[in-house]
Nanobody, 120 residues
Framework: QVQLVESGGGLVQPGGSLRLSCAAS????????MGWYRQAPGKLRELVAN???????YYPATLKGRFTISRDSAQNTVYLQMNSLKPEDTAVYYC??????????????WGQGTQVTVSS
């Protein structure tokens, strides 16, 4: 089976930085899109950043300039560099991936999430 595992979350002071990682593992699949979402208690899950196989990226206007999404050379790991963090960035951050198996079946996968807390 294909799995997504996030890492890199933690506690950081306002104005600080964190780098999140999401690694996809398994066999017989191709990743088409990977992205980061976040969800705070009592609020809807929202898109943070997205990157497609060709390398194009997307950010909501409120986050563009502070967050940067990237991927490694093997294209099986995606990163989220978060700078100038604010208390309102506190949330569980989830990795998501759209994949196609070698059999041609499409799936949307989610990681378990990693907690990011921005506080003094």
């Amino acid at each position: 089976q294909v799995q997504l595992v996030e890492s890199g979350g933690g506690l950081v002071q306002p104005g600080g930085s964190l780098r999140l990682s999401c690694a996809a593992s398994g066999n017989d699949f191709t990743i088409t899109t990977m992205g980061w979402y976040r969800q705070a208690p009592g609020k809807l899950r929202e898109l943070v950043a997205n990157i497609v196989r060709g390398g194009s990226t997307y950010y909501p206007a409120t986050l563009k300039g502070r967050f940067t999404i990237s991927r490694d050379s093997a294209q099986n790991t995606v990163y989220l560099q978060m700078n100038s963090l604010k208390p309102e960035d506190t949330a569980v951050y989830y990795c998501s991936a759209d994949i196609i198996t070698t059999g041609g079946v499409k799936h949307n996968l989610w990681g378990q999430g990693t907690q990011v807390t921005v506080s003094s």
